[in-house]
């Protein structure tokens, strides 16, 4: 499978407890992006790498959110201190680099705080 | 900042029947992508559009780019069952840096 992979793809926790998600890109893909997804809502964006460089972030991410890709491949976002609003689908993505190129989505990693 | 609306919402469409749904940008954008997702699924890449008036198709959907670059449209003719889920145009503009916005999605559902 040479698509975008996400793990876990599930995930539920306590309020107050901190989680991680990792995605893999497709693997020429040098473009990175987080975006998180509510139920009935379109995805938001959150951020975005070129190689192992946070290019953009998002006023959604609070202080509480953080993303890496240390290496230019893989990437991670912790949530730390989960609050309820923070119950969503992560969405990753990767593109080649250029303008206009196709982003593929991942298949997600739910997060449900209880 | 940037924002992408689409109607309708929700689209109730007989096996057979037609529809498009609309998508506007607040911006004038670069470019506009189409994606399908899939109830349970992830957002599905369908197609892109660059110019100006630009009109593609695929199969039995017909996509369609403004000509000042701010509203695009689907259109679905001869509805199937396998039509059903949310679509979702998202556009990018040159202030937007490499951030897509996306619109809130128009979710099709079909009556055999």
């Known amino acids: 499978d040479t698509g975008v992979s996400q793990d876990p793809r599930h995930k539920i926790t306590k309020r107050g407890q901190n989680v991680t998600f990792r995605c893999d890109p497709i693997?020429?893909?040098?473009?990175l992006y987080w975006y998180r997804q509510t139920l009935g809502q379109g995805p938001e964006f959150l951020t975005y790498f070129q190689n192992e460089a946070q290019l953009e972030k998002s006023r959604l991410l609070s202080d509480r959110f953080s993303a890496e890709r240390p290496k230019g491949s893989f990437s991670t976002l912790e949530i730390q201190r989960t609050e309820q609003g923070d119950s969503a689908m992560y969405l990753c993505?990767?593109?080649?680099?250029?303008?206009?190129?196709?982003?593929?989505f991942g298949e997600g990693s739910w997060l449900t705080v209880v | 900042g940037q924002q992408v609306m689409q109607i309708p919402q929700y689209q109730h469409v007989q096996e057979g029947e037609d529809f498009t749904t609309y998508c506007n940008s607040s911006?004038?954008?670069?470019?506009i992508q189409w994606y399908k997702q899939r109830p349970g699924g992830h957002p599905v890449f369908l197609i892109q559009?660059?110019?100006?008036?630009e009109v593609k198709k695929q199969k039995r959907l017909t996509f369609q780019f403004g000509e000042a670059k701010k509203n695009s449209s689907l259109h679905i003719t001869a509805t199937q069952t396998t039509d059903v889920g949310t679509y979702f145009c998202?556009?990018?503009?040159?202030?937007?840096?490499?951030?897509?916005?996306f619109g809130g999605g128009t979710r099709v559902l079909v009556k055999p």
């Open positions: 998202a556009g990018k503009s040159g202030a937007a840096g490499n951030k897509l916005t």
């Open positions: 993505a990767s593109s080649r680099p250029g303008l206009g190129n196709t982003i593929y």
């Open positions: 693997s020429e893909h040098n473009r």
């Open positions: 559009l660059v110019k100006s008036g």
């Open positions: 911006t004038t954008l670069s470019n």
